[in-house]
């Protein structure tokens, strides 16, 4: 190897060593994991993407249905597009305390009409049938058998995104 060669691989060797010090010594970057703190992980996530809009997304373990993986978004101008009188009635169905106390129990594995029955709050029966119509029609519940009710997979995440919202 030349002498020349040689102060050339020197030189190199430290410029990486300058290179890695200058790495070592910079502050980490704000972790990307929500265990970690980082409360804006997912919105950083759709911003790297371009995404200009909202969003629901969510994973869920359902008791009964299994785990629930979905999303979905539109962007602002999309939303404000949107008929909003058309989605009052979807809406309305949760406007009901027994309803939401319907659609947490269901959610949380209780989904019978008699299991359901048992929680004093629900009523009577006919209360309780009612208050099951209402989110049967507004797509908030499916009747899989007679007696036997669930959240549909496509609602479970938007459900649970209405109570986040509504938690101030």
């Not at 947490?104 to 119509?133: D, K, P």
């Amino acid at each position: 190897m030349s002498t020349e060669s040689l102060a050339e691989l020197e030189r190199r060797v430290a410029s990486l060593e300058e290179a890695v010090d200058r790495l070592m010594a910079r502050p980490s970057p704000p972790s990307t994991d929500p265990e970690l703190g980082d409360g804006f992980w997912a919105l950083h996530g759709l911003e790297e993407r371009g995404f200009e809009g909202v969003m629901m997304v969510g994973s869920v373990p359902v008791p009964e249905a299994g785990p629930v993986a979905w999303q979905t978004g539109l962007t602002a101008d999309a939303l404000l597009d949107l008929d909003w009188s058309e989605l009052a009635p979807t809406i309305d169905a949760l406007s009901h305390p027994a309803r939401l106390t319907i659609l947490r129990l269901v959610l949380s594995g209780v989904c019978t009409t008699s299991a359901l029955l048992e929680q004093e709050s629900l009523g009577t029966t006919g209360q309780l049938h009612h208050h099951l119509r209402q989110l049967v029609a507004a797509g908030w519940l499916t009747l899989v058998k007679r007696g036997r009710y669930l959240v549909p997979a496509h609602r479970v995440v938007p459900l649970l995104v209405v109570i986040l919202a509504a938690n101030r």
